[in-house]
């Protein structure tokens, strides 16, 4: 039987961009199945790396499954933790039986752990192959952490998990959890950003610095909603006010914060809905980092579940939650990303709510449409376009609970390029003695098409030099405003990078002190 590497070296003239669909029906004819995308380019790169063949940009893009997921300039890797006890009794969270308390085990993240036992270091080594195969390069990668509560779990638990994942990913099996992250600030795959989530309620200054000693840099906190009789009638079991102070305490560290909200709540309306996303907008309390939307949707064996049943609760319909989200949408200042405008869970598990899970697409689209484009981060990145322009500097203000922030970036005719989030706390936070005198860097990021640490000089965004010139203008203002020394809440992956810089490890921050020569 002839195989798919020779039957490729027959067809070499239809192994172009234009004639790939043509290519791939011979293929198929030959081999009785269309081969993969991935098994095609595996065999197009042995044929460049043999000297057979030279290589074609556009060719690898085509090639590349999904190549969305790599378009914000890091990989994302979600891992799940084992199912535990959570501390909620939300009335419209689902428990399935083996899953962590709010997740369902058709989820693309959850299936993959489920299947493996909720291993570590399996769900690890499963998504470096998928991708890396499929054409993604995997040198920058943000770790997702999932499974609930972070708090709720054992410490042993977590430290043990955070090694293991650290360790698959460095390809190398370390004494320790700190060894492990020294290790990785110089391997060839690097963590550049890593996440949990929790509830505000569970988010105290202990909880904080255990965040910083794994290596955490954003924290998804669910709050559902900005209304106190909202977030009792559906039991949450924590207030405003301390969602407030975890925001703070997670902002004083440098910690990212992503909120998840859910609009058509029991005890919500449309108008209530924007009116509670425009106070999480413009409340110093509160002023996300990110944001991810979850409307309501009632699942099987929930107690929101016999509220439906009984006629106590209703959702809104696909038209009048559409509109819901449009008017968040467009009130979404531009400090703010969404990360998500809707949950991607089966149909079979919605009782009532949205089935459309693609629903972001719409409202993009009628957006647009209407003249009104969503400004929030997500929406503006630049994504694979070529760097052919000179982005402006731009430098928002914003007044905060606990402190200043400015929002500095780089950005030209809507699209934005490059991001800095620069914190001048009002009191050094007492967790940290490193941070005595700080101005904090909460974020850097350069968007655009992920590139390999290898890669120099090139016409895309990444590699420029913008993160450089972000980080000289915040110490700049940091400078001005009265501040000695700079950290950077860097993860482990980057520390090389703010070496370069001229910042050093102090702790568990990256620091510079700005009177220092050079």
């Known amino acids: ?276 996303a425009r106070l999480m907008y413009e409340d110093p309390r509160f002023m996300p980092d990110f944001l991810k939307v979850y409307p309501s949707q009632v699942i099987p064996k929930t107690e929101l579940y016999e509220e439906w049943k009984r006629g106590e609760y209703q959702p809104y319909s696909d038209d009048l939650l559409k509109d819901v989200l449009k008017n968040i949408c467009k009130i979404t200042p531009p400090y703010v990303r969404i990360d998500r405008l809707v949950r991607d869970i089966s149909r079979k598990w919605v009782a009532a709510g949205t089935h459309t899970t693609n629903m972001r697409q719409y409202v993009e689209a009628e957006l647009i449409k209407e003249g009104t484009p969503c400004q929030c981060i997500r929406c503006r990145e630049v994504k694979a376009g070529e760097y052919d322009v000179q982005p402006e500097l731009v430098d928002r203000e914003l007044n905060t609970y606990g402190g200043s922030e400015h929002l500095l970036t780089f950005e030209k005719d809507q699209k934005l390029y490059s991001l800095l989030r620069l914190r001048l706390p009002e009191v050094s936070s007492p967790l940290f003695p490193e941070l005595s005198g700080c101005a904090i860097i909460r974020e850097i990021h350069t968007y655009g098409k992920t590139l390999s640490h290898k890669d120099k000089v090139t016409q895309k965004t990444q590699h420029q030099g913008l993160g450089k010139r972000l980080m000289q203008e915040a110490e700049n203002i940091a400078k001005v405003a009265g501040y000695k020394k700079v950290a950077v809440i860097s993860s482990i992956g980057t520390r090389d990078y703010y070496r370069k810089l001229g910042y050093g490890r102090v702790g568990l921050y990256m620091v510079k002190d700005l009177d220092q020569k050079g």
Request: glycine residues 6%.
């Open 1 to 276: 039987m002839t195989s798919l590497s020779e039957l490729i070296y027959a067809n070499l003239t239809l192994l172009t961009p234009t004639t790939l669909p043509t290519l791939k029906r011979v293929l198929g004819r030959a081999l009785g199945k269309t081969p993969r995308d991935s098994d095609i380019r595996a065999v197009y790169l042995a044929l460049i790396k043999s000297g057979k063949l030279e290589s074609n940009p556009d060719l690898l893009r085509l090639l590349t499954t999904r190549e969305v997921r790599t378009l914000s300039g890091v990989t994302p890797f979600a891992v799940m933790m084992k199912a535990y006890t959570c501390p909620g009794l939300c009335t419209f969270c689902p428990l399935e039986l083996g899953m962590p308390k709010s997740y369902l085990s058709d989820e693309p993240a959850a299936a993959r752990a489920k299947m493996m036992n909720f291993d570590p270091k399996k769900q690890i080594e499963s998504r470096l192959t998928q991708l890396e195969e499929t054409g993604h390069v995997t040198d920058k990668i943000e770790l997702i952490v999932i499974g609930g509560t972070f708090g709720s779990y054992p410490e042993s638990y977590k430290r043990s998990f955070f090694k293991d994942m650290i360790d698959t990913i460095n390809g190398v099996v370390s004494e320790t959890l700190e060894d492990a992250q020294i290790y990785n600030e110089t391997a060839k795959r690097r963590i550049v950003a890593m996440s949990v989530e929790t509830r505000p309620d569970w988010i105290d200054e202990k909880e904080v610095k255990l965040f910083r000693e794994l290596g955490v840099t954003k924290v998804q906190v669910g709050v559902q909603a900005f209304d106190e009789a909202i977030l009792k009638r559906v039991k949450r079991g924590h207030s405003l006010d301390a969602v407030g102070e975890a925001t703070r305490l997670l902002k004083d560290a440098g910690i990212k914060v992503c909120y998840h909200y859910m609009p058509n709540l029991p005890g919500s309306s449309p108008e209530k809905d924007v009116e509670m």
